[in-house]
C-alpha cells in the first residue's frame, strides 16, 4: 500500500457526484491526507481563497462552472498559481487531456479510477510540490546556519534520498546541470527519452543534446527559461521537447534543474487538430464558391442551349457554342473537388465492399499513366460504411500522386488488409479506439517526399507541380485527407527520397450487429399510393433566389410549352402552391432551390407543401451536388434531383420522366 509523506497535506476535491466525493475522500482519508470536498466549481473557488490547499483533485463535468474554468481562474492568479491540479474525469478524448494540459493541469486521471492509481498520482505530485518548498527552506537554512554543517548535511541527504524516489517516479527526464551546462545527475527517466545510459549522460552538455542556436547562445544556469526545441537520441533521432529549468544554489555553488518532456504525441495531435481548423476554415469558403460557381454556370450553359435554338438548321451546332458548353462541365468537375471539402459535403454512406471500389479506380487509371498497378485484395475484407463518389475521389487522388512521382514508368503496390486497433499493424502512435479497422496501402518507388515538404502535403493548395485544372491545384491530398477523416479515419504518409512513398488509409470496419437497426422516416403513404387523377396543364413553380436562374428557367421552360411561376425564396412559393390549389388550377411540379440565402430553402419548403398537398411533385435543385438532399432527395420528400448547372435538355428530361 502506498504511504503518503509524514506531512498531512491538505486535498481539495471538487466532484458533483456524491458518490465520487465519498470514494475518494475514503480513500486519501485512510493514507492519513486532510480532506476537504466541495460539490461545485464556485465553491470550490470561495474555499481557495479562505485556504490554499497542497493539491486539488478537479472533475471536469460539473453543472455552472466546469473543471477547465476553475482551472483557468486558479492559473490567473498569483495567489493560487501553482497549486498543482490533477483532474479527474470521465472525458477520455485526446483533445479534452490536452485542453486540460494547456490549461495547467499537472495530470490527468480517467475515470473508472484505481485507488492504487489515485494515491501514486496524488503523491508523486505532492512529494514534487513538497519538495520544492522544502529545498527552497532548506537552502535558506543552509544560508543561515552555515556553522552548523554536519545537521545541514544531515538534512541534506535525507532531501536527497526524498528527491531520488521522486526522480524515479517520474516519466520526464530530469537534470541537475552545474554552472558549466554539464549533467552532474539525471534520474532514469532521461536515459530513456535520450536512449543514453545514466552513466553515459553524466559530463554530456544539455548543449550537446539540443538542437537549438537560440538556447547555445542565451542558456544561463542562474536565468530560468523555458524552451520548445529539437532534442537528439543517442541513435541520431530528432525529436521535439520542451525544456524548462530553473536556478538553485547549494553550497555557494549555482546549478540548474532542467526538465525535459518528450512532446512527439502532442505535437501530432496539435496537427491533427490544426489540419482539421484549416479544413473547416477552407470548407466554408470552398462550399460558397462551388454554390456560386454552379448558379452562374447554370445561367451560361443555359444560355448557350437558347442560343443554340437560333443557329440555323443546315449549319448545325455551332462549334463555338459546343466548345463553351465543354469548358462549363470542365469548371462544374472542379467545383466538385470544392464541394467535397465544403462543411456542407458530408459523406453519405452505406456499406460496401471497398476492394471493388479500389478495382474500380485502378481499371479506371490504367491507361491514363505509364505504370502497372499491381493490387492484393485478399477474399474476407471486411465491409465499410462509405460515401461511393467522395472515397472513389480521395483513392484516385492517392493513385494518381503515386503515378506522378514515377515519371519513368513503374509499379504502384495496392493492399488492403483486416487489422485490430493496438496491433503492430495498426499505425504508430494514432489514437484509435478500439475495434476493427481496415488498412489499404498504396506503395510507390517514386522519387519521395522532401522531409520540408512532407509536414506540408495536407495544406490546402500545397503543390510542388504547376499550376493549373491539369496539373496541380494542390487539392489533391488535402480532399484526402478530409474524405478520410469525416469517414472516421486515419491517413498517414511516410516517404524517403530515391526510394519511394507509403500510404497507409485506415478505415472503421463496417460491424452489422454493433450498430442500431435503423428506422428511416418513410415518405407520406399518399407518395405511394396511385397517383391523383387530375389533368396536366404544364404549369411549374420554380423557387431560386437568384433572379438571373429564374428568368432563364423561365425562358427554357416557356419554349418547351410550359408555364412557369416564379419565386424567390419559401415563403413566397408556399403562398403561390396555395393559391393555385385554392384556384383549382394547382402546379404540376414544383423546382426548388436548396439553399436560399435569406429565406427558407428547399428541404423547408418541400416538408411545408407535402402538407399541403401530400401528392406535390417537387424536385430538389442545387449546386451542392454532394448534399445529402440532393443525393437521397426521397427521404426529404422529393420526387427527383436537379443538379446545377443543367442543361436544358436535362430540365426537360426530369420534368417528363415525373409528370409521366
Known amino acids: 500500500m502506498i504511504q503518503p509523506e509524514s506531512k498531512q497535506n491538505d486535498v481539495l476535491i471538487v466532484d458533483d457526484t456524491p458518490e465520487n466525493l465519498k470514494i475518494l475522500m475514503q480513500i ?10 466541495v460539490l461545485n466549481g464556485e465553491l470550490a473557488l470561495q474555499v481557495v481563497q ?27 492568479e498569483e495567489r493560487t498559481r501553482n497549486i498543482p491540479i490533477i483532474f479527474i474525469s470521465a472525458l477520455d478524448e485526446t483533445m479534452d487531456k490536452v485542453k486540460a494540459f494547456d490549461l495547467g493541469g499537472v495530470d490527468y486521471i480517467t475515470k473508472p479510477f484505481q485507488a492504487e492509481e489515485v494515491l501514486a498520482r496524488v503523491k508523486t505530485h505532492l512529494n514534487l510540490r513538497n519538495m520544492q518548498i522544502q529545498m527552497q527552506a532548506q537552502n535558506q537554512q543552509l544560508r543561515q546556519e552555515i556553522k552548523e554543517r554536519e545537521q545541514a548535511e544531515h538534512d541534506l541527504r535525507d532531501s536527497e534520498e526524498k528527491l531520488r524516489g521522486i526522480m524515479n517516479a517520474v516519466a520526464d527526464a ?12 539525471s534520474n532514469p527517466a532521461s536515459g530513456k527519452i535520450f536512449g543514453y545510459t545514466v552513466q553515459e549522460l553524466k559530463n554530456k552538455t544539455m548543449k550537446s543534446l539540443l538542437i537549438s542556436e537560440e538556447f547555445k547562445t542565451t542558456y544561463n544556469p542562474a536565468d530560468g527559461k523555458t524552451f520548445e526545441l529539437k532534442a537528439i537520441r543517442k541513435n541520431g533521432t530528432v525529436f521535439p521537447v520542451d525544456f524548462s529549468f530553473s536556478a538553485m544554489q547549494m553550497n555557494d555553488e549555482w546549478y540548474s534543474v532542467g526538465i525535459v518532456r518528450d512532446i512527439t ?15 473547416d476554415s477552407l470548407g466554408i469558403l470552398t462550399g460558397g464558391i462551388a ?71 485502378v481499371n479506371f487509371l490504367l491507361p491514363k499513366f505509364d505504370v502497372r498497378y499491381d493490387f492484393f485484395p485478399p477474399n474476407d475484407l471486411w465491409p465499410v460504411k462509405f460515401d461511393r463518389g467522395q472515397m472513389k475521389q480521395a483513392v484516385k487522388n492517392l493513385m494518381i500522386n503515386a503515378a506522378e512521382s514515377m515519371p519513368a514508368g513503374g509499379s504502384v503496390i495496392i493492399k488492403a488488409e483486416n487489422i485490430k486497433a493496438g496491433t503492430e499493424t495498426a499505425s504508430r502512435n494514432m489514437p484509435f479506439e478500439d475495434g476493427n479497422y481496415l488498412k489499404i496501402i498504396i506503395r510507390d518507388r517514386g522519387i519521395g517526399i522532401l522531409e520540408e515538404n512532407l509536414i506540408r502535403i495536407f495544406d490546402p493548395y500545397f503543390s510542388t507541380k504547376s499550376r493549373g485544372v491539369q496539373k496541380g491545384m494542390g487539392l489533391g491530398l488535402t480532399i484526402a485527407w478530409s474524405v478520410i477523416t469525416r469517414h472516421g479515419g486515419r491517413l498517414t504518409v511516410e516517404s524517403e527520397i530515391g526510394t519511394g512513398t507509403v500510404v497507409s488509409i485506415f478505415l472503421p470496419a463496417y460491424e452489422k450487429n454493433a450498430e442500431a437497426q435503423k428506422i428511416e422516416k418513410t415518405l407520406p403513404s399518399a407518395l405511394k399510393s396511385e397517383k391523383k387523377s387530375t389533368v396536366r396543364t404544364g404549369k411549374i413553380l420554380l423557387m431560386d433566389d437568384e433572379m438571373m436562374i429564374r428568368e432563364l428557367a423561365d425562358e427554357m421552360l416557356s419554349q418547351n410549352g410550359y408555364n412557369a411561376e416564379l ?37 423547408a419548403t418541400v416538408k411545408a407543401l407535402l402538407e399541403i398537398d401530400p401528392h406535390v ?23 427527383g434531383s436537379l443538379g446545377k448547372p443543367y442543361t436544358m435538355k436535362k430540365l426537360i428530361d426530369i420534368l417528363t420522366v415525373i409528370l409521366k
Open 28 to 37: 486519501l482519508t485512510e493514507q492519513g491526507y486532510l480532506v476537504r470536498p
Open 50 to 76: 479562505k485556504a490554499i490547499p497542497d493539491l486539488i483533485l478537479l472533475d471536469i463535468l460539473m453543472p455552472g462552472t466546469d473543471g477547465y474554468e476553475v482551472c483557468r481562474r486558479l492559473k490567473a
Open 174 to 185: 530530469i537534470i541537475l546541470l552545474d554552472a558549466q551546462g554539464k549533467i552532474v545527475y
Open 265 to 279: 504525441e502532442r505535437m501530432e495531435m496539435q496537427e491533427e487538430i490544426d489540419n482539421a481548423r484549416k479544413l
Open 291 to 361: 454554390h456560386d460557381l454552379n448558379n452562374l454556370l447554370s445561367v451560361i450553359i443555359g444560355n448557350i442551349n437558347l442560343a443554340e435554338r437560333d443557329v440555323k438548321p443546315e449549319i448545325g451546332r455551332s462549334k463555338f457554342l459546343n466548345e463553351a458548353e465543354k469548358a462549363c462541365f470542365r469548371i462544374k468537375d472542379l467545383t466538385k473537388q470544392f464541394t467535397t471539402l465544403s462543411i456542407g459535403g458530408a459523406p453519405v454512406k452505406k456499406s460496401g465492399s471497398i476492394g471493388d471500389l479500389l478495382m474500380e479506380t
Open 567 to 603: 419565386a424567390c425564396d419559401g415563403a413566397e412559393a408556399i403562398e403561390l402552391y396555395k393559391s393555385a390549389m385554392n384556384s383549382g388550377k394547382p402546379f404540376d411540379a414544383v423546382i426548388l432551390d436548396l439553399t436560399i440565402k435569406e429565406g427558407i430553402g428547399g428541404k
Open 617 to 639: 411533385k417537387a424536385i430538389v435543385s442545387s449546386g451542392y451536388s454532394e448534399d445529402p438532399a440532393v443525393i437521397d432527395f426521397k427521404k426529404y420528400g422529393f420526387c
